[in-house]
């Protein structure tokens, strides 16, 4: 009931290109669903996050998609660039006493090819 | 605003000996959570203090312990250390107007011989 499943692993990317990470979960009670990322050597860095309420939410080249009723969640990059190399987790947390308690995917090493 | 810090950075300890970690959240953060990062089971939640509480507990033996004080500094203990306890450790702040955001510090590199 409480995972969250990330897929795939690893994922290579040329320059330019638009990478997607997908995230499954059981939990229904899970009502906030964060991205983060990191990079070797330092603390994973929150990326964007949504709530259930909304489909879609855009910052800058990054995009969350959330189905509700697949109970899915995915990550966009797009026009992915060499910097954006890096290990990248999704998350999810329910509300309440729970504020604290963040349920991570198993991690997505991202590659991009310049 | 500074970020979350975390001392010490790396860590060397034996078998049988015991550690404290420590975790100083953003400024005004009332929350802190630990988690414990390592290549097989990935970000998996230790614990979380709020104003000093126990707020909730993960799936750790009793061995790993913690404590928060009136300035929302945190404190994380493991005693009688393991080799399975060799991970990255790491601290998140909370406290973020949308409610959930964590904010992560860079974390206690601990090895366990």
């Known amino acids: 009931q409480q995972q969250v499943k990330q897929s795939p692993q690893s994922l290579i990317v040329q320059k330019g290109g638009i990478s997607i990470i997908n995230c499954a979960y059981e939990n229904t009670a899970f009502d906030y669903f964060p991205w983060y990322q990191q990079f070797p050597g330092k603390g994973p860095a929150l990326l964007i996050a949504i709530r259930p309420d909304v489909s879609e939410k855009k910052e800058g080249r990054f995009t969350i998609s959330f189905n509700k009723s697949a109970k899915q969640f995915s990550l966009h990059i797009m026009d992915s660039q060499p910097g954006d190399s890096a290990t990248y987790f999704c998350a999810a947390l329910t509300g309440g006493t729970s504020y604290g308690k963040l349920t991570f995917g198993q991690g997505t090493i991202l590659t991009v090819h310049p | 605003k500074a970020g979350v810090t975390q001392t010490p950075r790396y860590l060397i300890k034996t078998r049988g000996q015991q550690v404290t970690l420590s975790c100083s959240p953003i400024?005004?953060?009332?929350?802190v959570s630990w988690y414990q990062q390592t290549p097989g089971q990935g970000l998996q939640f230790l614990f979380e203090?709020?104003?000093?509480?126990?707020?909730n507990k993960g799936n750790f033996p009793g061995r790993f312990s913690g404590r928060q004080f009136s300035n929302s500094r945190s404190e994380m203990n493991v005693s009688t250390l393991e080799l399975g306890d060799s991970a990255l450790y790491l601290c998140a702040s909370g406290g973020g107007t949308s409610g959930g955001e964590q904010y992560f510090g860079p974390g206690t590199r601990l090895t366990v011989t």
């Open positions: 203090y709020f104003s000093e509480t126990q707020r």
């Open positions: 400024s005004g953060h009332r929350s």
